[in-house]
DNA sequence: TTGTATGCGTTATCAG
DNA sequence: CTGATAACGCATACAA
């Protein structure tokens, strides 16, 4: 691969007129531009990011992790983030934490070391400790989905709370009385506030809730599975569950399908994120939807005005979900 | 952050005895190591792989170019990719062309400014060219799902052919006798196969095919829209439709649903790839399934292979699909 | 087993 | 408007 040099000697001139006209800083006239730029096409030349960000501590480079790659969820939220970021000419390293907070702590650290200039995380844990590495790099980064209390850092919210309400009002709507909630990892501040905006909304109602009702596990679909057994595990059982997630809800699904319950006949069930693809195929799941690809623009934008005024104080967007009515869950028989 | 100098002050040793213990290469005494690890805990050193790679001309890191990061299939490449890619301590730029060569020469600028010690590419169009600047550049490459014509590159396929014939036997085998193809862009190699595989397997079965039956577009759910309605544009109709992939499909079903056609009862449906969350929802789709998950960790192997000996011939492997018999074909009325 | 000198490719700084 | 010089942080080559 050809280097600076070899583009500048090509061109006739110093190598830091070639860096100029590749980075457009400093003056050069038309004429030695041309020149450089033939060079450069000539050359193939491509420039070495290590070398001018050894020199420049400029990157370009951002790291975004996200808990789970195979949800859509934070598919299209990586969209957004890398369509944010790519305008601006950064590229994005997208790296899978699969909920697992050893796994976020290796790639927090193979991130830093390749020196991005800031990080957008989807916590996998609500703990600050796993955090302070990127604080004390001093690498500005911003939370997305998830609170991390005692950490200051823009932030990048759905409304949980007035998400989990809307859908257990729904259910309500349909005529349910005995509503169960199969939510996320205990801590976890959205999974915390979903639980909490179910049993605002049910209490609004006067409506009790049976404690076997409520069952807590990790946001996937193994889980979803194992909790919705627990909840039916004896009777009294619920008419109809609220699942934290689309992951959980699908796993929930499989379980109830392998006991030959129908979902809406038998069981109605509503939750937290789309599932696209599967609504496209059957229009079947009642959901409160939340705006994933501006989730990852926004938080990419938070970063950038950041990286312009590291002063500037901690900004916290919320983006509110929007229910999207389908037939999981018609009206209670 | 700290430099590999204050590392070395704070041991009292010299910073290539700080390299040495990072890297595990040379001798070290057991008593410096210690001392050397200990500065490296308190100053919570992270190295500069930046410089690192300006030196050793090693980046550990590689990057996957998919061409749509939403699509399931695509995810689980990357999964695949990834886990490989972490288990050898190299990182992945993880990057979605979205169908699209210009986007996808971006990104393979980006990356090999970046010194990605190799690459693994979804190629977004089959002409030759765009690879060029990969290979000048002296990176491996290794391509996966589909061929590209006249370039010498690692390959990892699935085998297109054999999939549509098994998508069309099934429909045959219920009964269909009119029997339409929904296919990727044309050039494409798995597009242009697997319409090879559908007309194989009709053509042995001694079954007419209708010329606008057949279809071809992009890769996308508005394609699948448009292609099934083009499909259907006029009499004879066919009773099934078989979609190159799972997005086609997608779009599809949505144009039957608005014209109000039942699927299978009205029309028969299957395609190349699952859809898994939408298929652990409701088992409907009847696909050829690839594995995916493999496609990306033998897409990594191979590459690995090519770097430790860049003289071995280039190896292709291909991984059979699998039948998934749901609903959306059952037997003709 | 450890250290010294040097250079990777680029840009900041200062000069002209 | 252009150039010379040095330095970013690390690892290679060679010495001790």
Chains 1, 2 share one sequence.
């Not at 583009?7 to 980075?23: E, H, Q, Y």
């Not at 790296?95 to 020196?115: F, G, M, P, W």
């Not at 905006?197 to 009790?208: C, K, P």
């Not at 038998?266 to 939340?290: E, K």
Request: glycine fraction near 8%; charged fraction near 25%; include cysteine.
């Amino acid at each position: 691969m050809a280097t600076i040099r070899e583009v500048a000697a090509r061109a006739g001139v110093a190598p830091i007129t070639v860096s100029r006209v590749i980075n457009g800083s400093g003056y050069t006239s038309e004429e030695t531009r041309k020149r450089v730029e033939e060079a450069i096409r000539e050359l193939e030349y491509v420039p070495n990011v290590l070398a001018r960000g050894l020199r420049s501590r400029r990157t370009h480079t951002l790291g975004l992790l996200v808990t789970d790659v195979t949800n859509p969820f934070w598919t299209t939220v990586a969209r957004g983030a890398e369509d944010e970021a790519m305008r601006a000419g950064y590229a994005l390293f997208l790296c899978n934490t699969d909920e697992d907070v050893a796994k976020q702590q290796r790639y927090i650290h193979a991130l830093l070391s390749r020196r991005v200039e800031g990080l957008i995380i989807a916590p996998a844990s609500s703990e600050a400790g796993p955090l302070r590495p990127v604080a004390r790099a001093g690498v500005p980064f911003v939370l997305v989905d998830r609170r991390v209390p005692d950490v200051a850092a823009d932030l990048v919210l759905g409304d949980s709370v007035a998400g989990a309400r809307l859908l257990a009002e729904h259910l309500l709507s349909q005529g349910h009385r005995r509503i169960g909630h199969l939510g996320g990892p205990v801590g976890l501040s959205t999974a915390d506030e979903r639980e909490q905006g179910y049993r605002q909304a049910l209490s609004a109602a006067g409506v009790e809730i049976e404690p076997q009702w409520v069952q807590r596990g990790e946001y996937k679909q193994e889980a979803g599975y194992r909790l919705m057994q627990a909840c039916l595990a004896q009777p009294p059982w619920p008419t109809a569950v609220l699942a934290a997630n689309n992951a959980l809800a699908v796993g929930a699904l499989a379980a109830l399908r392998e006991r030959g319950l129908n979902v809406p006949r038998d069981m109605g069930l509503v939750c937290f994120d789309d599932v696209p693809q599967a609504s496209q195929i059957d229009p079947f799941l009642t959901v409160a939807a939340q705006p994933a690809y501006e989730f990852g623009a926004v938080a990419v934008r938070l970063l950038f005005e950041r990286l312009s005024d590291p002063k500037r104080p901690p900004q916290t967007v919320v983006l509110p979900p929007e229910l999207i009515v389908r037939r999981s869950a018609g009206p209670l028989n």
